[in-house]
């Protein structure tokens, strides 16, 4: 996950913060619970509850030559990370399929559809449920064209009230529950990358904001921080 | 008799609170900065300090797409809303997207598109 831009135009905060836990940099850190060491813990797959921004740095322990960790022991190395904590921050993360994150599964158009309202493929768009995501096309007629999947009655099908240009049979096309406005993403394990196979509005309060919806291996999503620890009343 | 004070905790106080401590009492700027461009941390330097910084020597990329930032100076303890930022080499590609990369996948998309597969 990469910072991108500020909604406001102004300029980034940074501050340092102490970590409760080994950190990445590129993930959104969380206020720590009450108890833990330092200030900031990790996010999850599903959550960034209290986020108070995006990591930039993990550190190198010059003792070490490796990351700096969280660490008990007198002397070592502070873990001290910089942190972006501009509550307006937009974020820029992939969009891939799976934990660990492959490429968007693309999928082929096996029966044509002359009106442009439907996308019959050979995955399920119905679950998880891609409805109200987005569907666009990698080859064929409506190459570079997409729309918001307005329904997924049936299994394979999906349907759009715009409609493309006649598809037809072998044309390719992405798919990814996602859009704009919409709230919750699922990360990947390593927290960097935003899942496009799962569920819309699942998982971490992310706000999405834009969309650059390229190949399976360079489509990418822009967020905010929906769960952001400076706008919400603490807990 | 004990005299409670409550404390206001605004959100610019929780902050404040929250910051790292900064350099030690008594340690020259430089060698603090030395260590923390060692450790591969983000730096950030007050008008004043940045021009005493050498990021090419570290191996540090200054961030020009935000030219400034809010941080307090590495060098002088400073809260300053004009400072510079570097961020290490090998991760500035990790953890920011600039308008560069974003115009070059543009044109790459564009380009892909005439030649009819995205």
Redesign the interface.
Known sequence: M???YNLSSS????????ASAALA??IVVIKSAAGASG?MSTSTTTSIANA?G?????????AAGGP?TYSTTQGA??A???VI?NPDQVL?AQMVTGATGTSITQDTIVTASSNGLTFVGGTSVASPDMDEGIV????GAN??KSRKITSTGATVTGTVIVPFAANAVGD?YLYAGVNIGLQGVTLTTDLKNVRADIAVSTGATFSIIDL?L??SA?S?IHLTLGGNA?LQV?S | MIVLVKQDWT?DK??QD?????KKRGRAAGGWID?IA?????I?LCPLCTNKFNPARVHYRKEKE?P?????CDGCSTFD?H?S?Y??DE?YT????TADE?RA?AK??AA??KR???
């Open positions: 990469k910072y991108a300029t980034p905060i940074i501050k340092k913060y102490k940099e590129g200030q108070l995006l990591v930039v740095d993990n550190g190198l322990s010059l700096i190395d502070e001290v990370f910089g904590v820029r666009w096309y990698t080859s190459v570079g390719t650059e390229n190949g360079d990418f400076w603490q | 959100a929780l902050m929250a910051e790292g401590g900064g260590d060692a450790q591969k941390k983000v950030t935000f400034v930032c809010q941080a307090k809303s400072c930022w961020i290490y991760l990790q953890v920011r997207s974003r996948l790459s998309r892909r598109i009819g597969y995205l």
